[in-house]
């Protein structure tokens, strides 16, 4: 099925992912703290807010709320070409390191925000590189618990919501990682993703067609929830 454009809802957030090309995107720990400074600018510049990110070898995904139209491309178009540069000459290669461009939806967020946060704040142990999230340093989960605080990430209203302190809501972020994900809604998630269609009720998939002015899903998906398919996480394959 031919992929949407990529499509923006004011004030909806947003679930990307930045799949590598061939062999890891990230060869050393300065890779990864470049990337990193290399985000934090460009969601400055972009007026993008970042709620969660993971970069993983092959595969980086964030969960992010856009200002305008343009936030999500400015910033992934200048983080993807500012990285490349550096990564090339830091190793002596040469070409991108990205498969394409970036894939990206908006999600209802009532349904899908904390879902999406923990997808990608878990998505090192479901490949297998780490037992416990918290023992992956390339994650925003040691800061959704306040083991460290990342400067360039806006917490979302619905993680503050999670408890009327912080402790409070630290405690029930680790909860909720502590439940098993339902593997049907992170199918819907990644497959809505990888082709640019709206995730969300029925109800919330038409105000979003309505508020963006144009058509968000496939007609046929229009009034049934996506059909789940068998899909691999992204990321290192163990």
Request: hydrophobic share 40%; net charge neutral.
């Amino acid at each position: 099925m031919t992929r949407l454009a990529r499509h923006y809802v004011p004030e909806q957030p947003q679930h990307v992912i930045l799949q590598g090309l061939k062999g890891p995107a990230f060869l050393d720990e300065g890779d990864y703290l470049y990337f990193l400074a290399c985000l934090a600018d460009a969601a400055r510049v972009a007026d993008l807010a970042v709620h969660a990110w993971v970069l993983m070898p092959d595969a980086v995904q964030f969960l992010v709320t856009p200002s305008y139209e343009s936030s999500v491309a400015m910033a992934m178009q200048a983080v993807g070409r500012r990285y490349v540069e550096t990564f090339n000459r830091r190793h002596g290669r040469r070409g991108t390191v990205w498969r394409g461009e970036y894939l990206a939806t908006v999600i209802e967020p009532a349904v899908y925000f904390l879902l999406a946060s923990q997808v990608i704040d878990h998505a090192p142990v479901r490949n297998r590189l780490v037992a416990e999230p918290g023992n992956y340093q390339w994650s925003s989960y040691t800061h959704h618990i306040r083991v460290r605080v990342d400067s360039f990430i806006k917490d979302h209203p619905l993680y503050c919501a999670l408890g009327n302190t912080p402790l409070e809501r630290q405690q029930a972020y680790r909860d909720l990682g502590a439940q098993p994900l339902d593997e049907g809604e992170v199918n819907n998630l990644m497959q809505s993703t990888l082709n640019g269609w709206v995730l969300g009720s029925a109800a919330y998939c038409e105000w979003a067609a309505q508020a963006a002015n144009r058509r968000l899903m496939p007609l046929l998906l229009r009034d049934r929830p996506p059909k789940v398919r068998p899909t691999r996480d992204l990321g290192h394959e163990g």
